[in-house]
């Protein structure tokens, strides 16, 4: 991909007749989410079958911090990171590690037993926690969809819905995917990303960014001024409170990535041709259509969701999105791949539709 700014990104910045271009009426919709959601900065990256069309970026007129944001810049890819862990468990199932439709209980011995729930808990698979309907709770403890809190014994996971039929986007579900999936593969997951995904994709910048990574960027190497560190953790934008967040240890199929948008398009690149960086093929035509079928329904919005991907059939596209409203979405038939970065996340000046801006952006 170019380093560039395209032509069409720079008509949008103002050029003569830019209203008519698509690449305009995209970045005039950008600019007016940013602004809704100041203080914000963003990134527009738009491919069709591998060719760069449009490549943007502007820190907003109320920027969180002085970093720069341009195409080295670390984004917070919040809940995009699950559609990275569709990707790890797609390529451990054509590996044979593990299958899609799996009982948790062929790996995690806690689910060979009934539990404390309402619902039995050998009813759970691998797709009811990839599809958001596995029913797991923690007795007393409330989901938010981002935060953990204390890693739970899963002794203790009760399924309060029988597994399959109601849609809860869970954070717990994720936390216990991570586990599965480690306990299937006799690895780490970190490592199994890397091996799986960002290093066959060639994502060179996607990484998790834990508290220490953050507190070494910031004190720098012994011996050197404070912020002095070659740490990519010093090119990670932060969010409207003005701070980078940390990735949480084992939440890390459901949030925590951080990436360049060029990264995070590449990533939706790789989903179009199901081929590696080298060209060669790394899933099967079936394993991508089970993932990016209907497997449930977000009740609040009726939107359709497959194995970790938003799915919008009508436009015949499919989104990976994230708290802080980015996004990668992608028009398969076209062969047309969006990336969207936008960094805020915390009160908004009007209410936002999620489901809306995936929506206009396809």
Not at 27 to 44: F, Q
Request: charged share 20%.
């Amino acid at each position: 991909m170019s380093g560039e700014i395209s032509r069409g990104a720079a008509a949008a910045a103002g050029g003569a007749g830019a209203a008519q271009s698509p690449e305009a009426a995209l970045a005039a919709y950008v600019a007016g989410t940013v602004e809704t959601l100041a203080p914000c900065s963003s990134a527009i990256l738009v491919s069709r079958r591998g060719e760069l069309l449009m490549e943007r970026y502007d820190r907003g007129r109320a920027p969180q911090s002085d970093a720069p944001v341009d195409a080295d810049s670390l984004w917070p890819f919040w809940s995009v990171t699950k559609s990275f862990a569709a990707a790890a468990a797609a390529r451990l199932a054509e590996r044979g590690a593990l299958s899609l439709g799996m009982p948790l209980s062929a790996v995690l011995p806690e689910f060979g037993e009934r539990g404390p729930g309402l619902f039995d808990r050998r009813e759970v698979t691998l797709a009811h926690l990839m599809s958001h309907t596995s029913g797991c709770a923690l007795p007393g403890r409330t989901e938010d969809g981002i935060t953990l809190g204390p890693e739970p014994d899963l002794r203790d996971i009760a399924i309060k819905t029988r597994p399959g039929e109601a849609f809860e986007y869970s954070s717990l579900g994720m936390h216990i995917l991570e586990r599965t999936i480690e306990a299937a593969a006799g690895r780490d997951y970190g490592e199994l990303l890397r091996e799986t995904v960002l290093e066959p994709f060639g994502l060179s910048s996607v990484r998790y960014l834990f508290e220490e990574d953050l507190a070494a960027a910031a004190n720098g190497p012994a011996g050197s001024p404070a912020g002095v560190s070659a740490s990519p953790a010093l090119r990670a934008l932060p969010c409207a409170d003005g701070a980078v967040v940390p990735s949480q240890r084992r939440q890390r199929c459901g949030l925590g990535l951080y990436g360049t948008a060029r990264d995070l398009l590449g990533f939706g690149e790789r989903w179009l041709t199901m081929a590696d960086a080298s060209g060669a093929p790394w899933i099967g035509a079936a394993a991508r259509d089970e993932i990016w079928t209907p497997h449930s329904v977000r009740p609040s919005d009726s939107s359709d969701y497959g194995f970790l991907w938003w799915l919008f059939g009508d436009l015949g596209g499919v989104v990976a999105s994230g708290a802080s409203f980015g996004l990668c979405a992608l028009l398969p038939r076209q062969g047309i791949a969006v990336a969207v970065a936008r960094n805020h996340i915390g009160p908004t000046a009007q209410p936002f539709d999620y489901r809306a801006d995936k929506r206009r952006i396809l």
